[in-house]
């Protein structure tokens, strides 16, 4: 159980480090009190998809309930990635050195998060309802969001150390670090 949550706290750490090191990578001459705020807004357009993303489909008596449910998730979770985008673009100029790298390396990662919500909810919308396979049909339109999975999902990974400091300072950050990992147990 020791080793169970002191992983999940590294796991936390490491995510807030992450959104963190990309924007204290260089330090320039920005305020220790700018930077944070900075990587805060980062941190928070991030959030908003993780938030969308973790409610998932509500639950439904059939399967083309499920389908019509699970198409409102993919749909409002896609309108969240919007958002979180657009929020990238009112960030602003990093004030670090690396901070605009990091914006980059989360406008492509949401970007991509985007394009596979939007085209399982399109493959869900096209679904025949009435199908007598529409479990295995239902699998299959999902699987853009599925594979999502098994990429590397850390944005900030490679990014300075530096990073962390900031990150374990701005509150989003700290919210993010629980949406990554919403339960000490798994």
């Known amino acids: 159980m020791t080793m169970r949550t002191s992983a999940t706290r590294r796991r936390a750490a490491a995510v807030a480090a992450v959104a963190t ?14 930077t944070v705020d900075w990587t805060n807004g980062l941190c928070s357009s991030y959030a908003t998809f993780r ?34 985008l657009a929020d990238l673009d009112t960030l602003g100029a990093s004030p ?8 980059t ?3 492509d ?3 991509g998060y985007r394009s596979a919500f939007q085209q399982a909810r399109t493959q869900v919308d096209a679904l025949d309802l009435s199908s007598p396979t529409l479990q295995q049909d239902i699998e299959g339109a999902v699987a853009p969001v599925l594979q999502l999975q098994d990429a590397n999902q850390d944005p900030l990974a490679g990014l300075d150390s530096a990073v962390t400091d900031a990150a374990t300072k701005a509150p989003a950050c700290q919210n993010l670090s629980r949406l990554s990992n919403p ?3 798994g």
């Open 21 to 34: 090191g990309l924007l204290l990578a260089g330090c320039g001459g920005a305020s220790e009190q700018e």
């Open 51 to 84: 938030e969308a993303a973790i409610v998932g489909p509500q639950a439904a008596p059939d399967l083309p309930a499920q389908a019509r449910n699970l198409s409102a998730y993919l749909g409002n979770t896609a309108t969240s990635l919007d958002k979180a």
């Open 96 to 103: 670090v050195s690396g901070g605009d790298e990091a914006v």
């Open 105 to 107: 390396k989360f406008r």
């Open 109 to 111: 990662q949401l970007t």
């Open 183 to 185: 339960t000490p147990g």
